[in-house]
């Protein structure tokens, strides 16, 4: 255990979701490097996949193992929905997130071979795991450059969750086109048979079948197989794109409001304005490992999806400090599961957590997220309890409004602090049923303050400012 997890470590139990894994494969020579969401990526020359073998037949230049990988390093094999599960994955993966991570992050290995990648996303989006932790468990090892391809895969979470509160109406946006788009498949249906199809992994394109399968079945999907999704649900099945982001919100263990919709307008040249990214068999093949049959008939261009000019992007106005004195009762959500070191002038009275995830889409949430994100809460809640010594209430998800209310009153209480909720379903559904007996105070984290300023263009310009942010955002030993 290295001396930053020992800080912030809580022991802990389990009941798993996800995957069975095994150890990683011997390394083998480089490959060309990759990566989404920078310039490089998107103007990759993708010119000699016009000369794709049939199917079966391995693509000329296809590495058959995925350079820089360590046979050592141990594969994810599951989400277990505690902090004592990700700060084990983190420090078994902590090793290879140098070269290693940076050469072979790009191979989509399956399911049962997930060592290239860190996983720790599941965790990371509900704050079970901080940024600030993983990232200081990484420099602990590796020099900043080293590290830089994981240290800037880190930051992307942080931009694309700045990037949306400087645009919320993207998220309202989104919400209202997800419910119209589903109504319409009750009218469409030949709209509504190609949706069945892709959801149920029954479109003909085998990669793309046995991702929809995965996603199911594991709740877990590679980023890279994310993109070729997303490419082939837009470009090929010209299917929706908001309902292609409704389908990954509602089975992710780390579906998250920030990054997924934010990466499937980015598929879709929404986000970077015009530029699209188009999955290309031979890549699909490439880094694959050649896994599936050559995906024929794929869209060969990508033209941008359109849409209605956006209101300008807004400064997010961020609440200050709680003051202290003043008695106050800890709300807990799906949205930070470590609010032990929340910055509190004092211990809360008492907590109160909503039980369940708020409700990601009309449609209702996979029966793993919703097991995964509830047992992940309740643990939360027991450790925030055990740390603050203070009772923690499970609040009815049916009327938690009214029981807040009761309960703050019979205690006293006037003022409710919880971590800020950013957009997504959290905050849509705490922000339309506040009781107005009850203060709300959103508690922000040093590094959303530190880092959301930078994310309101591209990524670059917070590209730019991470090592600065890394030198001030380090927890001092
Ligand atoms: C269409 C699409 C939808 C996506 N939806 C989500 C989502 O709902 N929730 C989510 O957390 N990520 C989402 N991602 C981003 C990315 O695919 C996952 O964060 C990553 O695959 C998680 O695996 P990992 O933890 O092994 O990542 P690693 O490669 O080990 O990276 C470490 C951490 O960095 C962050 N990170 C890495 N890549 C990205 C990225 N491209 N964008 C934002 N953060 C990143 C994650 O927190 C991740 O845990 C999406 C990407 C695409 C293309």
């Given at each position: 255990m290295?001396?930053?997890c020992e800080?912030?470590?809580?022991p ?5 979701t ?20 920078t ?8 010119s000699?996949?016009?000369m794709?073998?049939?199917s ?17 390093a141990p594969?994810i094999?599951?989400?277990?929905p505690?902090?004592?599960?990700a700060?084990?994955?983190?420090e078994?993966f ?5 070269r290693?991570?940076a ?5 989509d290995?399956g ?11 599941p965790?990371?989006r509900?704050?079970v795991?901080l940024e600030?932790e ?6 602990h090892?590796?020099?900043?450059d ?6 800037r895969e880190?930051f992307?979470?942080?931009y694309?969750?700045?990037?949306l509160?400087?645009?919320?109406a993207v998220?309202h946006?989104?919400r209202q086109?997800?419910s119209?788009q589903?109504?319409r498949l ?10 069945e199809?892709?959801v149920?992994g ?18 877990y999907l590679?980023?890279?197989?994310r993109?070729?999704f997303a490419s ?9 794109w908001e ?20 990466s ?10 015009g530029?699209?990214?188009?999955a290309?068999?031979?890549?699909i ?12 008939g ?5 033209l941008?999806?359109?849409?209605a000019?956006l209101?300008?992007a ?5 609440p200050?400090?709680l003051p202290?004195?003043?008695?106050y ?5 799906e949205?930070d599961?470590?609010t032990?070191?929340?910055p509190?002038?004092?211990?809360p009275e ?7 995830p ?5 449609v ?7 097991e995964?994100?509830s047992?992940?809460i ?14 923690a209430i499970?609040l009815?998800?049916?009327d938690?409004q009214?029981a ?6 019979r205690r006293?209480?006037?003022q409710?602090?919880t971590?800020y909720?950013?957009a997504?379903?959290?905050?849509d559904?705490v922000?339309?049923h ?8 959103e508690?922000?984290r040093p ?6 300023p ?9 590209k730019k400012?991470?090592p600065?942010?890394l ?6 030993d």
């Amino acid at each position: 255990m290295n001396r930053v997890c020992e800080r912030w470590s809580q022991p802990s139990k389990p009941a798993q979701t996800g995957l069975g894994g095994h150890a990683g494969r011997p390394t083998s020579k480089p490959a060309e490097i990759t990566t989404p969401y920078t310039d490089s990526f998107a103007d990759t020359d993708y010119s000699y996949m016009s000369m794709s073998p049939p199917s079966g037949a391995a693509t000329p230049g296809r590495p058959s193992q995925p350079p820089g990988l360590s046979p050592q390093a141990p594969s994810i094999s599951g989400w277990l929905p505690d902090r004592r599960a990700a700060l084990d994955r983190l420090e078994d993966f902590i090793p290879y997130a140098g070269r290693p991570y940076a050469l072979s992050r790009n191979f989509d290995l399956g399911p049962q071979q997930r060592s290239n990648i860190s996983g720790l996303s599941p965790w990371l989006r509900h704050r079970v795991i901080l940024e600030e932790e993983v990232l200081a468990a990484v420099l602990h090892q590796h020099a900043p450059d080293t590290a830089e391809a994981f240290i800037r895969e880190v930051f992307w979470r942080g931009y694309f969750k700045g990037w949306l509160e400087h645009n919320p109406a993207v998220w309202h946006r989104y919400r209202q086109s997800v419910s119209q788009q589903l109504t319409r498949l009750d009218s469409q249906p030949g709209l509504n048979s190609r949706y069945e199809a892709a959801v149920s992994g029954k479109s003909g394109i085998a990669c793309f079948d046995a991702w929809a399968s995965e996603l199911i079945a594991t709740g877990y999907l590679h980023n890279h197989a994310r993109m070729w999704f997303a490419s082939i649900w837009i470009f090929t099945l010209q299917l929706p794109w908001e309902l292609g982001a409704d389908f990954f919100l509602r089975h992710l263990l780390d579906g998250d409001a920030a990054s997924n919709t934010c990466s499937w307008r980015w598929v879709g040249g929404l986000h970077t304005r015009g530029k699209t990214y188009l999955a290309r068999a031979g890549n699909i093949d490439q880094y694959t490992l050649g896994r599936y049959p050559l995906p024929a008939g794929l869209a060969d261009v990508a033209l941008p999806i359109e849409e209605a000019p956006l209101a300008a992007a807004r400064k997010p106005v961020l609440p200050g400090a709680l003051p202290p004195g003043e008695r106050y009762g800890l709300l807990i959500t799906e949205e930070d599961l470590f609010t032990e070191t929340l910055p509190l002038p004092q211990p809360p009275e008492v907590i109160f957590y909503l039980p369940v995830p708020a409700r990601r889409s009309p449609v209702a949430a996979s029966a793993p997220v919703t097991e995964f994100v509830s047992s992940l809460i309740a643990e939360a809640a027991g450790r925030a309890g055990h740390h603050f010594s203070t009772e923690a209430i499970s609040l009815p998800p049916d009327d938690w409004q009214a029981a807040l209310a009761e309960n703050a009153l019979r205690r006293g209480i006037k003022q409710i602090a919880t971590a800020y909720l950013p957009a997504g379903p959290a905050r849509d559904l705490v922000t339309a049923h506040w009781p107005d007996t009850l203060a709300l105070h959103e508690v922000v984290r040093p590094y959303d303050r530190a880092v959301w300023p930078h994310a309101s263009a591209g990524f670059f310009r917070l590209k730019k400012a991470i090592p600065a942010l890394l030198q001030g955002l380090m927890p001092t030993d």
